[in-house]
Nanobody, 115 residues
Framework: QVRLVESGGGLVQAGGSLRLSCVAS????????MGWLRQAPGKQRELVAQ???????NASDDVKGRFTISRDSAKSMVFLQMSSLKPEDTAVYYC?????????WGQGTQVTVSS
């Protein structure tokens, strides 16, 4: 079983910054790909960014240049540094982990950006 716990969400004004953290535990490997999805009200869940164990990154065009994903594989953690936040970034952000062909995600953390 895999458990993912996110932290760091909150309320921020447009133009501000937040840093999300996620720690994974359970049947995981340091070679697993980790990342972040988000779901805004009334919209489908979408990829924000993901990072492989080798450091390769895939990010949504919406966040390139504003968000930075990183990981600490030794601690089974992934981070999302979000800057220049916009009201349209408001969503529940979910930490994700791919292992053995299965995608897991956490309970999510709310990010609200006020205009």
């Amino acid at each position: 079983q895999v458990r993912l716990v996110e932290s760091g969400g909150g309320l921020v004004q447009a133009g501000g910054s937040l840093r999300l953290s996620c720690v994974a535990s359970g049947s995981i490997s340091s070679s697993d790909t980790m990342g972040w999805l988000r779901q805004a009200p009334g919209k489908q869940r979408e990829l924000v960014a993901q990072i492989t164990s080798g450091g390769s990154i895939n990010a949504s065009d919406d966040v390139k240049g504003r968000f930075t994903i990183s990981r600490d594989s030794a601690k089974s953690m992934v981070f999302l540094q979000m800057s220049s936040l916009k009201p349209e970034d408001t969503a529940v952000y979910y930490c994700t982990l791919w292992t053995r062909g299965v995608l897991y995600w956490g309970q999510g953390t709310q990010v609200t950006v006020s205009s």
